[in-house]
C-alpha cells in the first residue's frame, strides 16, 4: 500500500514564502520520484517541480529561481521551498510518487512505473 500526504500549505502574501513537503511511504523495496504539481480553479493541474530517485531535480520556468526541491531520502520526504511567492501561486498543490525500482534485484519492486497522488494542500498568495 502507498500513500502520499502533503503538508505545509497556508496563506500567505505577496512576496512570503512558504515549504511543502511530501511524504511517500510504502514498500521498502523500490524507490520514489518525488513530483509536485498545482491546479488553480478553472485550469489545468501543471508541473510545478521534481526530484527523482537519485536528486535530480526538474523546475517549471514558472519556478525556476523561486522554488527548490529537495529530498529526504531516509523517509521519501520531499520538500518544496517557495519563495517569493505570487497571486498567481495560489493553487492546490499535488504531490505524486512514482514507484522505481532498486539498483539490483529490479524485479522486488512489482509495483515499479505505478503513480500514486496525495489528497493535495492549499497555497493562497494575496496581494
Known amino acids: 500500500q502507498v500513500q502520499v500526504v502533503e503538508s505545509g500549505g497556508d496563506s500567505v502574501q505577496v512576496g512570503g514564502s512558504l515549504r511543502l513537503s511530501c511524504a511517500a511511504s510504502?514498500?521498502?523495496?523500490?524507490?520514489?520520484?518525488l513530483t509536485w504539481y498545482r491546479q488553480a480553479p478553472g485550469k489545468e493541474r501543471e508541473f510545478v517541480s521534481g526530484?527523482?530517485?537519485?536528486?535530480?531535480?526538474t523546475y517549471s520556468d514558472s519556478v525556476k529561481g523561486r522554488f527548490t526541491i529537495s529530498r529526504d531520502n531516509t523517509d521519501n520526504t520531499a520538500y518544496l521551498q517557495m519563495n517569493s511567492l505570487k497571486p498567481e501561486d495560489t493553487a492546490m498543490y499535488y504531490c505524486?510518487?512514482?514507484?522505481?525500482?532498486?539498483?539490483?534485484?529490479?524485479?522486488?519492486?512489482?509495483?515499479?512505473?505505478?503513480?500514486?497522488w496525495g489528497q493535495g494542500t492549499q497555497v493562497t498568495v494575496s496581494s
Open positions: 505524486k510518487t512514482t514507484l522505481r525500482p532498486p539498483g539490483v534485484a529490479a524485479w522486488l519492486c512489482s509495483g515499479a512505473g505505478s503513480n500514486y
Open positions: 526530484i527523482d530517485k537519485d536528486g535530480r531535480t
Open positions: 510504502g514498500p521498502t523495496v523500490c524507490r520514489y520520484d
